[in-house]
T-cell receptor
Framework: EAGVAQSPRYKIIEKRQSVAFWCNPI?????LYWYQQILGQGPKLLIQ????????DSQLPKDRFSAERLKGVDSTLKIQPAKLEDSAVYLC?????????????FGEGSRLTVL | AQSVTQLDSQVPVFEEAPVELRCNYS??????LFWYVQYPNQGLQLLLK??????LVESINGFEAEFNKSQTSFHLRKPSVHISDTAEYFC???????????FGAGTILRVKS
């Protein structure tokens, strides 16, 4: 079974530029999560989708971050314009509705450096 | 809201020695508790979880954690570590009827030969 796929693995941009990250969850997983992991901190939930609907985006900085999951499968997270403090690893995770609580499957992450 | 505190940012230990990684949580409602592990250059993987029942839970690679409700703790232990256990370990909490998984800041376990 293929795992959660993310791309790109690494991205370096200058502040005020834009960037987009892509995630393809495990086949059949209805729930998709985007987490931000800043160096030295634990992952912080940015947004959670159930199929193509948003369940929780309370910690998403909506003035610069956006995310979509149009067909209920893969998802894109966009940052525009980027700030220095957005430097982090962006983790995508998915879970099955049938899985026991809390069993999230994570991708390897997309590391963003903003200069 | 729930929160998680991992009391040690780094734990160096010699191979075959015992180790304990400490985790305390805060929540006003019933919770589920988890330990995730992140090996170098890999994604987070679920190590073990407490949902209900026995307060002592075990993983397939020799780690165990004990849920202590009175002390609001979920410490991770292993009686004898290997070099291959070198990784970052994250404690996480989720409300029993909630959606959000909240992580601690992580503890880097460095096993030395």
């Amino acid at each position: 079974e293929a795992g959660v796929a993310q791309s790109p693995r690494y991205k370096i941009i200058e502040k005020r530029q834009s960037v987009a990250f892509w995630c393809n969850p495990i086949s059949g997983h209805a729930t998709l999560y985007w987490y931000q992991q800043i160096l030295g901190q634990g992952p912080k939930l940015l947004i959670q989708f159930q199929n193509n609907g948003v369940v929780d985006d309370s910690q998403l900085p909506k003035d610069r971050f956006s995310a979509e999951r149009l067909k209920g499968v893969d998802s894109t997270l966009k940052i525009q314009p980027a700030k220095l403090e957005d430097s982090a690893v962006y983790l995508c995770a998915s879970s099955s509705r049938l899985a026991r609580a809390g069993e999230l499957f994570f991708g390897e992450g997309s590391r963003l450096t903003v200069l | 809201a729930q929160s998680v505190t991992q009391l040690d940012s780094q734990v160096p230990v010699f191979e075959e020695a015992p180790v304990e990684l400490r985790c305390n949580y805060s929540s006003s409602v019933s919770v589920y508790l988890f330990w995730y592990v992140q090996y170098p250059n890999q994604g987070l993987q679920l190590l073990l979880k407490y949902l209900s029942g026995s307060t002592l839970v075990e993983s397939i690679n020799g780690f165990e954690a004990e849920f202590n409700k009175s002390q609001t703790s979920f410490h991770l232990r292993k009686p004898s570590v290997h070099i291959s256990d070198t990784a970052e370990y994250f404690c996480a909490v989720k409300r029993e009827y909630g959606n959000k998984l909240v992580f601690g800041a992580g503890t880097i376990l460095r096993v030395k030969s």
